[in-house]
């Protein structure tokens, strides 16, 4: 969340020195090439322009890159239906411009389509001593802030947020101060205004709301030689989407004793869910029953969620002779690999629904791969996989690290966030099976994944 926002702070400084015009008309022709990875930076580009037509409040820019970022977003297979809409929104009130005689008709639908939100207009920012004074046009209550820290303390950074709730759009600033490194006000996305205190040291922040003024007082501790003792701060203010696999009429495998993996894998979730959410995250689940879902939905509620990873839970299975000798656990991530192993694993998970492989084409849609996204992928495969086998290690005796390994599944297809697709292990396996359907087992197993995650976070 928070890299996005250094990266609208970057747009608005890169925006400022190549105009609007030239930024669209890079966009334009770069669409005009026809590959991923320059259809991905149009994208990247008509989506700051989009950001910028709010700021400057100008409607034709607005409507040229909604347009852009419609365009390049379905050719990516990323879900542009929020903007889309408002494409059509703004179409259509453009053409009832035109046509004086519906000039009634206008008139009412533009007083259902503006929401009439109570907007703030930041009017100015003082100092006065060591506060800092933002002064709205009208009084703010104090549930419209909300106010974290974001500590770094290997990196020496101290990071003071403050989000402010339906503030009306202001251009990013910074904010002049003697004592503190940097303060900057932007944009964070159209309803929410963003300050940042930033610091090499720890600053004591104290905030409260008076009228129409948000009153911060800023004092930097004096550390001196006496030693402050570490308050362990971490960054929980991320989003988990946790997707049990499988479900409804699809059971997934059907392994020893005709257990069925939608089973075993929505008790895992759950159970990662639990100690998540009991850590600050915020967590959901693309399904907390026994319901089928299309893969393609999986990551569209992912990305809807702006998720900032996606968790696909699963079981594998073998068939037959091998079923007694295979086991272990597996992560996965999205790539273009083609080994008989992944391709075979991929085979299994991707069986459930054809249909969103009409969508994608059989074979073009790795084309459609985002190369960030892989390393991150990658990188989460990594930590989860470790954090699994740590906890499991402890308590279970022959737990099989089956690796980290890439494979074309369709659920991780169209993520706009690192994701991995975790097996869990053998549902096939006599022993791995009885242990899948152990509440005590799947907590253990749960708990690794989390202290996965944590590291994870901890290290990107
Ligand atoms: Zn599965």
């Not at 005009?32 to 034709?60: G, P």
């Not at 690999?337 to 085979?347: D, I, L, M, P, T």
Request: contains cysteine.
């Amino acid at each position: 969340m928070f890299r996005l926002f250094l990266l609208t702070l970057f747009l608005f400084v890169s925006l400022e020195a190549s105009s609007s015009t030239k930024l669209l008309e890079r966009a334009n022709s770069m669409m005009k090439s026809n590959t991923q990875s320059d259809t991905f930076r149009a994208y990247d580009d008509y989506k700051s322009l989009y950001l910028r037509s709010l700021v400057d409040n100008d409607s034709s820019l607005k409507l040229e890159s909604l347009k852009g970022i419609v365009a390049s977003g379905e050719r990516l297979h990323i879900d542009v239906s929020k903007y889309s809409k408002e494409l059509q929104k703004l179409q259509s009130q453009k053409s009832s411009y035109n046509k004086p005689e519906s000039k009634d008709m206008k008139k009412t639908q533009n007083i259902e389509d503006m929401h009439v939100q109570p907007l703030h207009k930041l009017k100015s920012i003082n100092w006065k001593d060591n506060r800092l004074l933002l002064e709205f046009n009208k009084e703010l209550s104090s549930n419209q802030i909300e106010y974290f820290t974001l500590h770094n303390k290997s990196k020496g950074r101290y990071r003071y947020v403050f989000d402010i709730k339906t503030s009306m759009l202001t251009a990013a600033q910074s904010i002049k101060s003697n004592d503190i490194d940097r303060i900057k006000i932007a944009q964070f996305n159209p309803q929410t205004l963003r300050l940042v205190v930033d610091h090499t040291s720890e600053i004591e922040v104290e905030h409260r709301v008076d009228s129409n003024i948000l009153d911060i007082a800023l004092k930097l501790e004096r550390v001196g030689t006496t030693l402050i003792p570490e308050k362990k701060v971490r960054d929980r203010d991320k989003i988990i989407v946790i997707d049990p696999g499988h479900g409804g009429k699809d059971p997934g495998a059907v392994g020893y004793r005709k257990y069925r993996e939608k089973i075993v894998v929505m008790d895992v979730s759950k159970e990662l869910q639990k100690i998540l959410e009991s850590r600050g995250y915020k967590v959901y689940m693309t399904r907390d029953r026994d319901k089928f879902i299309k893969l393609r939905e999986r990551t569209k509620f992912a990305n809807k969620k702006n998720a900032n990873i996606f968790i696909s839970i699963h079981a594998n299975a073998i068939d037959g002779k091998n079923a007694k000798k295979v086991h272990g656990v597996e992560c996965y991530f999205l790539s273009p690999s083609r080994s008989e192993k992944a391709k075979r694993v991929a085979a299994l998970e991707n069986s459930a629904d054809i249909s969103d492989m009409n969508i994608y084409g059989k074979d073009s849609y790795l084309n459609f791969l985002n190369h960030r996204n892989t390393v991150a992928s990658n990188k989460l495969a990594i930590d989860l996989q470790r954090g699994m086998l740590g906890a499991l290690g402890k308590k279970y005796s022959g737990v099989k690290d089956g690796g980290v390994r890439e494979g074309p599944f369709w659920v991780l297809v169209g993520a706009q966030m690192p994701s991995v697709l975790v097996e869990v292990g053998f549902i096939t396996h006599p022993t791995e099976a009885r242990r899948l359907v152990d509440k005590n087992y799947l907590k253990t197993m749960a708990l690794g994944l989390a202290d996965g995650i944590e590291r994870y976070f901890a290290n990107n």
